[in-house]
Antibody
């Protein structure tokens, strides 16, 4: 059974840093592109970042230069290092798996999400 | 960026009746080389992550009831719930994955009338 479990969220002051982790199981993690998607409370979904199987990384304009996505295939883990956090970064962060295939594809499995609150 | 616009923002449908949700992309998500529309639909219930329902605009994900169907091409798409059930109360999102950044519609809330 495919499982994605996020951790590392919490309350952080503006300007602070936080590192989110996503532990994957039930599939060959190294074969899949992985994503972070966030959702401000009561609002819609916003793509944050993605990392390909080969290590190529992609970022939303709103987080580029502040967030860093990475993966550790030996540990079946995905990470999101978040620096210089702002109030508008507050929300639930989901890790998600891209469906296997050539080129971009849909997101077929999502974690339960982890809450990040940026507030003084 | 591709802007995804959903309508309506919310709708109330009687049990057993049809629900129709629309999604319009600011640019075509049809890739001519493979004739595929890079468009997904997700269902999200309170306190839960999104669940994939439809991909390639009309392919139903494994395990999704056949009352859910997707249609459309290019820039205009529709998600139809043929006979609304109580468990279908949720927010539905469309998403394009034609290009990075992938983008989502604003969501449509479906309720029981």
């Amino acid at each position: 059974e495919v499982q994605l479990v996020e951790s590392g969220g919490g309350l952080i002051q503006p300007g602070g840093s936080l590192r989110l982790s996503c532990a994957a199981s039930g599939f060959t993690f190294s074969n899949y592109d992985m994503y972070w998607v966030r959702q401000p409370t009561g609002k819609g979904l916003e793509w944050v970042s993605a990392i390909a199987t080969g290590g190529e990384t992609y970022y939303a304009n709103s987080v580029r230069g502040r967030f860093t996505i990475s993966r550790e295939n030996a540990k079946d883990s995905l990470y999101l290092q978040m620096n210089s956090l702002r109030a508008e970064d507050t929300g639930v962060y989901f890790c998600a798996r891209e469906k296997e295939g050539f080129g971009l594809n849909t997101l077929d499995y999502w974690g339960q999400g982890i809450l990040v609150i940026v507030s003084s | 960026d591709f802007v995804m616009t959903q309508s309506p923002d919310s709708l109330a449908v009687s049990l057993g009746e049809r629900a129709t949700i629309n999604c319009k992309s600011s640019q075509s998500v049809l890739y001519s080389s493979n004739n595929k529309n890079y468009l997904s639909w997700y269902q999200q219930k309170p306190g839960q992550p999104p669940k994939l329902l439809i991909y390639w605009a009309s392919s139903r994900e494994s395990g999704v009831p056949d009352r859910f169907s997707g249609s459309g091409s290019g820039t205009d798409f529709t998600l139809t719930i043929s006979s609304l059930q109580a468990e279908d109360v949720a927010i539905y999102y469309c998403q394009q994955y034609y290009t990075i950044p992938v983008t989502f519609g604003g969501g449509t809330k479906v309720e029981i009338k």
